[in-house]
């Protein structure tokens, strides 16, 4: 995982994984692009991760086009070509 992390963002994540996750989500809703590449990058090979989902059931993928974060989408849509999307979130 992560060879292309920077030492200093790696070193930077929270140590638990329900705190990467909030990171993961704040980023999509702030469409922070960086932060996005970095976790994306450094969880490639972790379905779980990428599947990440608020109490509403929204996925990154929602979250970033419920805030027109459009210019944040190509890392994950080149990801998901190899993993199953949830498409639906808790409201159908």
């Given at each position: ?38 976790l ?39 990801r ?13």
């Amino acid at each position: 995982m992560g060879s292309n992390l920077s030492r200093g963002f790696a070193s930077s994540l929270p140590h638990s994984f329900e705190h990467r996750q909030k990171l993961l989500l704040r980023a999509a809703e702030d469409g922070d692009f960086l932060v996005l590449l970095e976790l994306l990058q450094y969880y490639l090979d972790d379905d779980e991760f990428l599947r990440t989902a608020d109490e509403q059931g929204n996925t990154v993928l929602h979250i970033l086009c419920l805030y027109g974060h459009e210019d944040c989408l190509q890392p994950l849509l080149e990801r998901a070509h190899t993993m199953p999307l949830e498409e639906r979130n808790a409201d159908g």
